[in-house]
């Protein structure tokens, strides 16, 4: 039978630590919302417990938080291949520069 200083799952993640980990989580939740707010997507908060028995016997848990949130976008650049480099100029177009050369000398 259950004892009132026994623990459920609930009362157990409010007590820890004396609210350290609900602060935490709420804090990680937050900057979920806000990164999702800003850039769209997805993203997960995810929570584990790593749970372990020590040398007295007793339990010991060591709780984590962590978010991941969606990756800002940073814009598209666009490049031609160049003999295994990139290059900002097509290189199927002649340069401004080395027509007009072209039209001066045949003016000449």
């Known amino acids: 039978m259950a004892k009132p200083e026994d ?6 993640l ?8 609900i602060s935490e989580a709420d804090d990680r939740l937050a900057e979920l919302v806000d990164a ?4 769209g997507g ?3 908060l995810t929570m584990n417990m790593a749970v372990s028995v020590n040398k007295a ?11 991941k949130v969606p ?3 940073i814009g598209t650049g666009i490049y031609w291949a160049n003999h295994g480099r990139l290059s ?5 177009q002649t340069d401004i520069e080395d027509y007009i050369g072209s039209r001066e000398r045949a003016a000449e």
Do not use: H, M, Y
């Open 71 to 73: 990756a800002r976008a």
């Open 14 to 21: 409010q007590s820890f630590r004396r609210g350290a980990l």
């Open 36 to 39: 999702l707010e800003e850039r």
């Open 88 to 92: 900002r100029s097509d290189p199927n």
């Open 42 to 44: 997805k993203g997960s």
């Open 57 to 67: 016997g007793q339990i010991e848990i060591n709780p984590t938080v962590t978010v």
């Open 7 to 12: 623990l459920n799952f609930l009362t157990f």
